[in-house]
């Protein structure tokens, strides 16, 4: 579904290499979970993988369509969910939804299916009708969620999904990703939570200042080594790249 063959990015004229030489293919049907420090290359890698930034070298293509050469349709297969919430302050949740599903044309029935899906799925039914300056940090993400997913894309791409979200919706989610990947489609996110990674994702990739480091499920992993969490498994590789053993 994904497919990234030799990217690399920088910042500041070349001076700062935040994604170095990185190849990686995501398969259809798959929860591919992304991690690594802060400043580790996640959110950059993200963004060159949904077309907001141009790699300095490299492709990447979506379902067989190149981002950059092909980016109409490469996108169309794209749910999108940023680390931060860029929402029109002076519209309502509802209004913004709307907005979105009229950007991505899709048919009225569909879209009132899916906003009330998830409306109820995130406890937003009471609250939709208010502006979106009115919201709480978690209640902006879940409006963040919902237009990405209102157009059902078969590739979700999220940006640290689960960040203020509270208990409840933080397990919707989770659930919804294990459905939509059930159903054939693929799910490519980043987080901090280890304890999530480790129980949701088909394959793991760990990237340390701009290195892919390691990929792979976590029995591949933990190398044998029975009982190993994907905490252990995550400092040693990132101290062993510290210790200038890359
Ligand atoms: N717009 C920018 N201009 C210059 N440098 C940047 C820019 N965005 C990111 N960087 C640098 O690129 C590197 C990778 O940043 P990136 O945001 O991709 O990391 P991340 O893995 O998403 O981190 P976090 O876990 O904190 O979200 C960092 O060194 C960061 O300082
Ligand atoms: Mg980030």
Redesign the pocket.
Known sequence: MINIKNVTKS??KGS?K??DDISLEVKNGEIFGFI???????????KMITGILKPDTGSITIGGKDIQTDSVEAKRQIGFVP?SHELYDRLTGMEYIKFISDVYGVPEAQRKANTEKYLAMFGLEDSSEELIKTYSHGMKQKITLISALVHEPPLWIL??PMTGLDPKASFALKEEMRSHCDRGNTVFF?T?VLEVAERICDRIGI?DD?KLIAVGTIEELRKGEKGTTLENIFFKLTEAAEGGEK
Do not use: L, M, Q
Not at 36 to 46: D, F, R, V
């Open positions: 910042y500041a700062v935040a994604v690594g420090p802060n400043g580790a290359g996640k959110t950059t890698t993200i680390d940006d640290e980043s901090h990237i701009g």
